[in-house]
T-cell receptor, first 105, second 112 residues
Framework: GEDVEQSLFLSVREGDSSVINCTYT??????LYWYKQEPGAGLQLLTY?????DMKQDQRLTVLLNKKDKHLSLRIADTQTGDSAIYFC?????FGTGTRLKVLA | DSGVTQTPKHLITATGQRVTLRCSPR?????VYWYQQSLDQGLQFLIQ???????AKGNILERFSAQQFPDLHSELNLSSLELGDSALYFC???????????FGSGTRLTVV
């Protein structure tokens, strides 16, 4: 079945850019997603990319998709302390392990 | 409020017991997905229902079962509970008219 992998932790300084990476095995999904989970809360859709796109920009968020390598990344520019959360990559309804982003002041 | 309602929010029960978690999807959403979130295992997909029919099955234990009713709400039944079943259980719903999955706030199950 589908497998979605992410690194578990990322720590950055406030104001720096954060890059969260994700690899997957099944390339048949129409959409790939990034979700954010704040402490004690459910998951919220942050952004998504259509499978025939290479890049999508949404304010401070940039999503890059490399279909050949089955690699998805999320870049957060000017990272703020409020961005501290767990970020999940999802391919269709299969979610990755989540990356816990910690932003240091 | 996401529109997906999960009850109860918290549940504490003993090993060997059986519990039922309930999910009401967003109005009009036909698909319901169940997930288990443990500390060290990310978000594990358990099972999907679409308009009352099972559509996809993930890493769901035989002790667990689910169903979706005619009013589209879904229930996840967990039986012969073990300490390792302690986790957050999320329900998500989806409609083909929009992108993404809408999550409920989860049920935290603690098995003691």
């Amino acid at each position: 079945g589908e497998d979605v992998e992410q690194s578990l932790f990322l720590s950055v300084r406030e104001g720096d850019s954060s890059v969260i990476n994700c690899t997957y095995t099944d390339s048949s999904s129409t959409y790939l997603y990034w979700y954010k989970q704040e402490p004690g809360a459910g998951l919220q859709l942050l952004t998504y990319i259509f499978s025939n796109m290479d890049m999508k920009q949404d304010q401070r968020l940039t999503v890059l998709l490399n279909k050949k390598d089955k690699h998805l990344s999320l870049r957060i520019a000017d990272t703020q302390t409020g961005d501290s959360a767990i970020y999940f990559c999802a391919v269709s309804y299969i979610f990755g392990t989540g990356t816990r982003l910690k932003v240091l002041a | 409020d996401s529109g997906v309602t999960q009850t109860p929010k918290h549940l504490i029960t003993a090993t060997g017991q059986r519990v039922t978690l309930r999910c009401s999807p967003r109005s009009g959403d036909l698909s319901v997905y169940w997930y288990q979130q443990s500390l060290d295992q990310g978000l594990q997909f358990l099972i999907q229902y679409y308009n009352g029919e099972e559509r996809a099955k993930g890493n769901i234990l035989e002790r667990f079962s689910a169903q979706q009713f005619p009013d589209l709400h879904s229930e996840l039944n967990l039986s012969s509970l073990e300490l390792g079943d302690s986790a957050l259980y999320f329900c998500a719903s989806r409609n083909s008219d929009y992108v993404g999955y809408t999550f409920g706030s989860g049920t935290r199950l603690t098995v003691v």
